[in-house]
């Protein structure tokens, strides 16, 4: 399930026939990939993470943002059930402690579906539309526009990223 449709694509940059619609399903996925690897995935994912404990009380979740915690399990295959613990902003905080060593963590991250934000969704788009620009053609003096607004919207997508870009955390 995308979060760009073809047919919103299509608008976007103007095209009204089906000639190039598979081509442009691939556009989109290369632009929602752009976005995800930034600003972490559009929609919901499951990972698995192993976790050393920070302290003796936090699991600190390397990637975001996080939906949800499905699984806790310690080194030694002890599950750690969900009324010891829990979960603010990737931060798994423990009523008393985490004594293992490490944790494998399965937990849910991205947006909701269909909770996508407007300027994530808007980025994706314009990263369709930069994308686009080498499928029109050389630049010659009449398409020196066109070749400015691939560049515009690029530059539009990442300042529409900025406020979602993913936190660093080293593991």
Same mark, same amino acid.
């Given at each position: 399930?995308? +979060?760009?449709?073809?047919?919103?694509?299509?608008?976007?940059?103007?095209?009204?026939?089906?000639?190039?619609?598979?081509?442009?399903?691939?556009?989109?996925?290369?632009?929602?990939?752009?976005?995800?690897?930034?600003?972490?995935?559009?929609?919901? @994912?499951?990972? @698995?993470?192993?976790?050393?404990?920070? /302290?003796?009380?936090?699991?600190?979740?390397?990637?975001?943002? +996080?939906?949800?915690?499905?699984?806790?399990?310690?080194?030694?295959?002890?599950?750690?059930?969900?009324?010891?613990?829990?979960? %603010?902003? /990737?931060?798994?905080?423990?009523?008393?402690?985490?004594?293992?060593?490490?944790?494998?963590?399965?937990?849910?991250?991205?947006?909701? +579906?269909?909770?996508?934000? @407007?300027?994530?969704?808007?980025?994706?788009?314009?990263?369709?539309?930069?994308?686009?620009?080498?499928?029109?053609?050389?630049?010659?003096?009449?398409?020196? %526009?066109?070749?400015?607004?691939?560049?515009?919207?690029?530059?539009?997508?990442?300042?529409?990223?900025?406020?979602?870009?993913?936190?660093? +955390?080293?593991?």
């Amino acid at each position: 399930m995308a +979060v760009l449709d073809l047919k919103a694509v299509k608008a976007a940059l103007g095209i009204e026939l089906t000639t190039h619609d598979e081509q442009l399903t691939g556009l989109i996925t290369k632009a929602e990939e752009f976005v995800a690897q930034r600003c972490g995935p559009l929609e919901p @994912t499951a990972v @698995t993470s192993r976790i050393r404990p920070t /302290g003796c009380r936090l699991l600190v979740l390397p990637r975001s943002p +996080v939906l949800s915690v499905t699984s806790i399990t310690s080194r030694y295959g002890t599950v750690i059930t969900s009324d010891l613990y829990f979960v %603010d902003k /990737g931060i798994i905080e423990a009523d008393t402690e985490f004594p293992e060593t490490y944790y494998d963590v399965v937990y849910q991250i991205g947006r909701a +579906v269909d909770e996508c934000p @407007t300027d994530l969704v808007e980025a994706a788009l314009n990263m369709c539309r930069h994308l686009w620009r080498p499928n029109q053609g050389p630049v010659g003096p009449r398409q020196g %526009d066109q070749a400015a607004a691939a560049m515009a919207a690029l530059r539009l997508a990442e300042e529409l990223m900025r406020p979602h870009r993913r936190r660093l +955390v080293a593991n």
